[in-house]
């Protein structure tokens, strides 16, 4: 499984069709799938600056629905500590795990 994490957090949009695609699946555990998420947003973030700011693009909501999906594997999201530029991604520390961490 290996391999199919590296891609992803290479390039979760690549491997995964949706947010909800990669936390329905059953190849890689649930702490990986979130670090996955991080990096997707972070991603989507640079996205919705780039579309803020001008360039070509149409909002997808795919930011919304990969914070939902964090949600649903971490609980909910402390978005008070996101960093101060505008592509802040969500850093660990908003991540509360839930207890009985669960994989698949």
């Known amino acids: ?3 199919l994490y590296d891609r992803a957090l290479a390039a979760p949009e690549r491997v ?3 947010p909800e695609e990669l936390v329905h699946s059953t190849k890689l555990t649930v702490d990986q799938k979130i ?3 991080r990096r997707w947003e972070y ?3 640079e996205d919705a600056v780039a579309l803020e ?3 070509p693009g149409e909002e997808t909501g795919l930011l919304r629905r990969i914070l ?3 949600g649903e594997l971490a609980g909910p999201l402390n978005l008070d500590c996101t960093g101060p ?3 802040h991604g969500v850093p660990h520390a908003a991540i509360r795990k839930q ?3 669960r994989n698949g």
Do not use: P
């Open 99 to 101: 207890s009985g961490n």
């Open 1 to 3: 499984m290996k391999k």
């Open 68 to 70: 939902i999906a964090l």
């Open 53 to 55: 700011e001008g360039m």
């Open 43 to 45: 991603q989507a973030s």
């Open 35 to 37: 670090e996955v998420l």
């Open 16 to 18: 995964f069709s949706t």
């Open 85 to 87: 530029s505008k592509q």
